[in-house]
């Protein structure tokens, strides 16, 4: 047995349109930060075969090291 089912479909209003570009804006944001705390940052943080230097580099960035609270 089948049955009609009928689809009805809601019209988007300027207010949802808006909402989703700008989730949609700070979604594409929020991944280029991503890309350039995983590649940018450690490059000038870490000191490769000096852990002494990369301590010292870490004392002058305490605010990157401990986040912003």
């Not at 000096?50 to 912003?68: F, H, M, N, S």
Request: proline share 6%; no cysteine.
């Amino acid at each position: 047995m089948t049955t009609n089912t009928v689809q009805t479909t809601y019209p988007v209003d300027a207010a949802q349109r808006r909402a989703a570009r700008v989730v949609g804006f700070l979604y594409l944001f929020l991944m280029a930060v991503g890309v350039f705390a995983q590649l940018y940052v450690p490059a000038r943080v870490i000191v490769p075969g000096d852990p002494v230097e990369t301590a010292e580099v870490t004392t002058g960035l305490w605010l990157l090291i401990r986040g912003v609270r």
